[in-house]
């Protein structure tokens, strides 16, 4: 099938790598003309890991191409698919404008029978949105379908999420236009959902919002397990073996950054305030994570007798999470801000994403290793559990620092562990 990806961001771009290897055209479409000529280079705009080779293996037997010029994969393209960025306003309302001008182009360009399908996470009642807009701009009377077809892959294992989802949801106007995408997902043999337009767009939202409620139920409770001496790690692990109830997303830690959780569940209370409806279990969900980092920070000061001025910090891990150089809402961000505002000194080490770090962070002496970061600190904070820090040598740690405090903000250290080589551990919801 010729298919048509507008936008190359995480989203896009491995959609588009997945549908060609899968055996399909694939032609990509981006404004922004640098990323367009990177990718024709087979080089990866962003980090995800086995992303570039599955892009040069397709584009080496011409399944996937890159291009800026909208019309051209409009006009080769029976399905169309809309990914480009859905950022938030102030006021937590989902920012429309890129899908708004994508629709206009298209119908702009459409010269025959489309499939227009909606990828970017967007709130209930873009689909007829985008129906309006493509009718009202269409130059010529051709016919044309919306379909939202929500995308569930995670940063870091986004190719493998996108090649093994667990579900596949279709809200199309009729069985017939479903059937044009069950066609195009049949090769994937996932369980799929066909529904309409609307509920499909409360899917993901709804998805995404209740594990943002996961991690915030989970942070709850680590704050009750710190005054009441239990180990939220193990309570978690005894709640997780109730089916019903499951391991994951139980992860008690710094609270959800990222690009989608915090924004979509602002979102979401924005389009339930919207309708007039109570929003008060999101408003808990996003509280309980606003106060994640200044908590964490709180117990830092206390450590330090409430004064962590001209104090040395060994930031490890700057990503918002594991195997991505993505930095969007990242926690490292505010708990850096926060204690430079204390007036401590911040070093820095990330294993990949120092360089997008660079270029947002001021006064941090980034650092070549882990251990390199902790020379000379006064304690050493992790903020994302990437695999590497979790096997790092401790005494080799230790000696680097100059007072052996670590500040665990993602359990990933066994405390016993840690004392024996003769740390002062602090960690989340354990005592
Ligand atoms: C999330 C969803 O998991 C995807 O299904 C969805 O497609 C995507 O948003 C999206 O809407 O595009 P992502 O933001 O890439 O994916 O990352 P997650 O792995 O879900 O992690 C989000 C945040 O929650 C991270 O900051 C992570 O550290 C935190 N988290 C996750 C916890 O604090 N505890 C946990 O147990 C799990």
Redesign the pocket.
């Known amino acids: 099938m010729n298919v048509c990806v507008i936008g190359t961001g995480?989203?896009g771009l491995v959609t588009g790598a997945t549908f060609a290897d899968l055996g399909n055209e694939v032609i990509c479409v981006d404004k922004d003309e640098s990323k367009i000529e990177r990718l024709k280079r087979a080089e990866m705009p962003i980090y995800e890991p086995g992303l570039e080779e599955i892009v040069r293996r397709n584009m080496e037997e011409g399944r996937i191409s890159f291009t800026t010029d909208i019309a051209e994969g409009v006009k080769r393209s029976l399905v169309i698919f809309i990914a480009v960025g859905t950022p938030p306003k102030d006021n937590g309302e989902t920012d429309l404008s890129q899908v708004e001008s994508v629709a206009k182009e298209i119908a702009y360009h459409m010269d025959s029978y489309k499939i227009v399908v909606n990828k970017s996470?967007v709130p209930v009642g873009t689909g007829d949105l985008v129906r309006r807009i493509i009718e009202q701009h269409r130059r010529r009377q051709v016919d044309f379908d919306v379909v939202s077809n929500?995308?569930?892959?995670?940063?870091?294992?986004?190719v493998y999420?996108s090649m093994h989802p667990d579900r596949i949801v279709i809200g199309a106007p009729s069985q017939h236009v479903a059937m044009a995408l069950l066609e195009l997902y049949a090769p994937l043999e996932v369980p799929m959902l066909i529904t309409d337009v609307e509920s499909a767009e409360m899917i993901?939202y709804a998805?995404?919002a209740f594990?943002?409620t996961?991690?915030s139920f989970?942070?709850a409770i680590a704050n009750i397990c710190e005054k009441a001496g239990a180990d939220v790690m193990l309570v978690?692990k005894g709640m997780g073996y109730d089916k019903r109830i499951g391991h994951?997303?139980?992860?008690?830690?710094?609270?959800?950054?990222?690009?989608?959780?915090p924004k979509?569940t602002l979102s979401l209370r924005h389009v339930t305030r919207k309708f007039g409806e109570d929003s008060s279990l999101l408003d808990a969900v996003l509280a309980i994570n606003e106060d994640r980092v200044p908590r964490f920070v709180r117990r830092i000061e206390q450590r330090f007798a409430g004064d962590v001025s001209g104090k040395t910090f060994g930031i490890l891990g700057l990503a918002?999470?594991?195997n991505?150089d993505?930095l969007r809402?990242?926690?490292s961000l505010e708990i850096i801000r926060l204690l430079q505002e204390k007036g401590a000194r911040i070093r820095a080490y990330d294993p990949v994403a120092m360089e997008n770090a660079k270029a947002v962070l001021e006064n941090v002496t980034f650092s070549k290793s882990a251990y390199d970061a902790a020379e000379g600190t006064d304690a050493v904070i992790i903020v994302?559990?990437w695999n590497e820090f979790k096997l790092l040598n401790l005494e080799k740690l230790r000696e680097k620092m100059r007072q052996p405090i670590i500040f665990d903000g993602?359990n990933i250290y066994q405390p016993e562990r840690v004392r024996k080589y003769g740390f002062e551990y602090f960690s989340i919801g354990r005592p």
């Open positions: 995480y989203v996470t929500p995308e569930f892959l995670k940063e870091g294992s986004a999420d993901k998805s995404n594990l943002a996961k991690i989970i942070n978690a994951e997303f139980l992860q008690a830690g710094l609270g959800f950054g990222g690009s989608c959780f979509d918002f999470k594991p991505t993505d809402e990242a926690k994302t559990d993602r």
